[in-house]
């Protein structure tokens, strides 16, 4: 199926009231929302705070902002890639993390790519070199 297209604010509350309202039936209740796997919540990120200001809203369902979790599982998964490749770096602060662009990390890749370079451009030279020789000789080229 693949994806199409993030959820709207209003469709998200529309499953928290679906689930609300089928609980009721059974005398329970919500009692935690968990935003996750709707085409990542960060990626839908207007959406989803507008979702989540709405439900927590007094005039609204009043739902206390401690039962939101948001899952930001993938994103904390290429956070850790770009951190073990030493391109970020990452600081507490408070309950938070925050990470930051670490250009020291470019350096060593700088580094690889020149030592490899001189190899590649050899190559394409000898590239480039046959694909003049087709072009001046039609009897050469497929």
Do not use: C
């Amino acid at each position: 199926m693949g994806f199409k297209r993030h959820l709207s604010s209003g469709e998200i509350i529309a499953q928290v009231m679906y689930y609300a309202r089928m609980l009721k039936a059974e005398n329970q209740s919500v009692t935690n929302i968990v935003l996750m796997g709707m085409g990542e919540p960060f990626h839908n990120y207007d959406n989803t705070m507008a979702a989540i200001d709405r439900l927590n809203d007094a005039d609204g369902y009043n739902f206390g902002a401690r039962r939101f979790t948001i899952s930001p599982s993938a994103v904390s998964q290429h956070l850790k890639v770009l951190r073990e490749a030493r391109l970020v770096r990452v600081r507490a602060a408070g309950q938070q993390r925050v990470y930051e662009f670490d250009a020291d990390g470019l350096a060593e890749i700088e580094e690889w790519l020149d030592g490899i370079g001189p190899a590649w451009y050899k190559r394409l030279e000898v590239i480039e070199r046959q694909r003049r020789l087709e072009a001046a000789s039609p009897s050469m080229s497929r």
